[in-house]
């Protein structure tokens, strides 16, 4: 048996198979298998959230996890359309421990490998998340990475090209890749810097960096996909209200982009959108609040509108107003 996979069963992981329509709730003829991890309450395995997951976005990612083949899998596309609850949720079916690092402008490279603590009056070495995942064969997922430095980034190509983890903190320690280990990353840019001015923070990366990463492209789900999802999430609300609610998130979205198609000339652009995240949000707290007055308007705020100027905040509301027509001024019944 392979060290590495000795590594797995001490930390309780063992190899598990799991067929494809019954995992992911889908209805294709194919029968297809996909090894994971047995379920044993690891802490790093993701809890199961109900979760529509798109087909093509799925086989992309499935197949990376199956065989990445020396590549790392770069998620893009705007905020809150679901592009790290796709591989979380995905991991969650397949019982696969993930370390999540939500990546800032100041992270240093240290703070993915680890570094060593004062404990009792001695200095162990802490493995980071970068680190446990290369050990044990976890998936790691830099969120948001298209802000970090490029420079620090440097210092992992070498772990993309197969090269063992070296630690040069905890006395050169040498960590093979463990052949379940997965680098994901996220990003609002396509790692290009962001051209649209809408991403604070976003940086170019290099291209040497990119170059080793498959990329999917993420985008907000269609109408009928976002009833699904709202479906799930929020059963109790009317059936009329979520499609309500999804039809002006996709109204918002198109002025958020400047898409007017040939209509609605002199329409001002948004500066926010309503992501998906922010859809399931709104009508969560209008579940929550359904007995305050104009509970759309009032949960809409909360949701969204609270954080735009005076001016922009009508605009929405009136628009919101004209789709919802009667419902806006009432309640849920």
Same mark, same amino acid.
């Given at each position: ?144 990475? !298209? ?26 320690? %040498? %960590? ?82 400047? !898409? ?61 107003? !004209? ?11």
């Amino acid at each position: 048996m392979m060290e590495t996979e000795v590594q797995s069963e001490q930390a309780g992981l063992q190899p598990a198979f799991f067929e494809l329509n019954e995992t992911f709730d889908l209805d294709t003829n194919q029968w297809i298998l996909l090894e994971g991890y047995k379920e044993c309450g690891h802490p790093a395995v993701p809890a199961i959230q109900p979760y529509v997951f798109d087909r093509d976005r799925l086989r992309k990612l499935l197949a990376f996890l199956d065989s990445p083949e020396s590549d790392g899998l770069y998620l893009t596309g705007p905020t809150g359309c679901g592009k790290t609850s796709l591989v979380v949720q995905a991991a969650a079916r397949l019982h696969w421990p993930t370390q999540m690092v939500p990546v800032h402008g100041r992270m240093e490279l240290d703070d993915l490998l680890g570094q060593k603590v004062l404990e009792k009056g001695s200095t162990p070495y802490q493995y980071g998340a970068l680190s446990t995942a290369v050990k044990e064969g976890h998936i790691l997922i830099l969120d948001e990475m !298209d802000v970090a430095d490029p420079s620090e980034l440097a210092g992992l190509y070498d772990l993309l090209d197969g090269a063992p983890l070296v630690l040069a903190q905890n006395g050169g320690e %040498i %960590i093979p890749v463990h052949p379940r280990f997965r680098f994901v990353a996220t990003g609002n840019s396509a790692g290009t810097g962001d051209g649209s001015g809408l991403y604070q923070g976003v940086l170019r990366q290099s291209l040497a960096w990119l170059d080793r990463f498959r990329v999917i492209e993420v985008d907000y789900p269609d109408e009928f996909t976002e009833l699904l999802i709202l479906n799930q999430m929020v059963p109790d609300l009317p059936v009329v209200v979520r499609e309500k609610m999804v039809k002006l998130a996709n109204e918002i979205r198109r002025l958020f982009t400047g !898409d007017l198609n040939g209509r609605g000339e002199g329409e001002a652009q948004l500066s926010v959108t309503l992501s998906t995240r922010g859809l399931v949000r709104w009508a969560r707290l209008s579940l929550r609040f359904q007995g305050a007055p104009r509970v759309f308007e009032y949960t809409l705020e909360q949701t969204l509108t609270a954080r735009v100027e005076p001016a922009e905040r009508q605009a929405i509301h009136r628009i919101a107003s !004209d789709v919802f027509g009667e419902l806006w001024e009432g309640g849920i019944e």
